[in-house]
């Protein structure tokens, strides 16, 4: 265990569902990260936070909808997704986002019908 | 955009041998870190290397940088099977936002 829990482990979704993934973080860290991997794919960023702030948006889709709250949790708010959309969405905490290492949950392996 | 390129993509070696990683980059880095991934699972730091450093030993990793290269490797000595993995290293750039860029990883097998 990291510290990193996300929930559900496991989605299943229509494109026309609205779902939730939710991370959270017992670590006392300020920075929160949504990455997506996809097959044969590296980790792609997606979002960064820092200290409940949106630090990094990398261009990513407005379908997809992050949350952060407060430093120990974080949302990410999924509506009409495509099934290219299908991945494994892993939460990342650090203690700041500078010069440090990341710690990462189990993931959410997301599948799009 | 991909920042890290991994070699090999995949490696099978046999328990006890050495695995070696390569990773090079495009940017100017802070640092550079290892990351391991169990099939379906999330990232495990292995290490962390800084830009000013050039090797870092762990246990059994040892990782080397070379900035003017700007390429990295990853040795695992005395391999077990239990190491079987992806390995993934990661890039922090320069402007400090968070920014953690991972390449496309290495697919190590060690058969016991």
């Known amino acids: 265990e990291t510290g990193v829990t996300q929930t559900p482990r496991h989605l299943v979704m229509g494109m026309t569902n609205k779902k939730s993934l939710k991370c959270e973080q017992h670590?006392?860290?300020?920075?929160m990260y949504w990455y997506k991997q996809s097959a044969k794919k590296p980790l792609e960023l997606m979002f960064v936070?820092?200290?409940?702030?949106?630090?990094e948006n990398n261009s990513v889709p407005s379908r997809f909808s992050p949350e952060c709250p407060n430093s120990s949790h974080l949302f990410l708010h999924l509506h009409t997704l495509q099934p290219e959309d299908s991945a494994l969405y892993l939460c990342a905490s650090s203690p700041r986002t500078e010069n440090t290492e990341a710690f990462f949950g189990q993931g959410t392996r997301l599948t799009v019908v | 955009s991909q920042q890290g390129e991994e070699d090999p993509q995949a490696l099978s070696i046999q328990e006890g041998e050495n695995a070696t990683m390569n990773c090079s980059y495009k940017t100017s880095i802070n640092n550079l870190q290892w990351y391991r991934q169990n099939s379906g699972r999330g990232l495990v730091h292995l290490i962390l290397?800084?830009?000013?450093?050039r090797e870092k030993h762990s246990g059994r990793l040892r990782v080397t940088l070379d900035t003017s290269k700007k390429s990295s490797s990853l040795l695992i000595t005395a391999s077990r099977a239990a190491d079987t993995a992806s390995y993934f290293c990661?890039?922090?750039?320069?402007?400090?936002?968070?920014?953690?860029?991972f390449g496309q990883g290495t697919t190590l097998q060690v058969k016991p």
């Open positions: 990661a890039t922090h750039g320069s402007s400090n936002t968070g920014k953690l860029i």
């Open positions: 290397i800084r830009s000013n450093e």
């Open positions: 936070y820092n200290f409940k702030e949106q630090t």
């Open positions: 670590l006392g860290h300020n920075a």
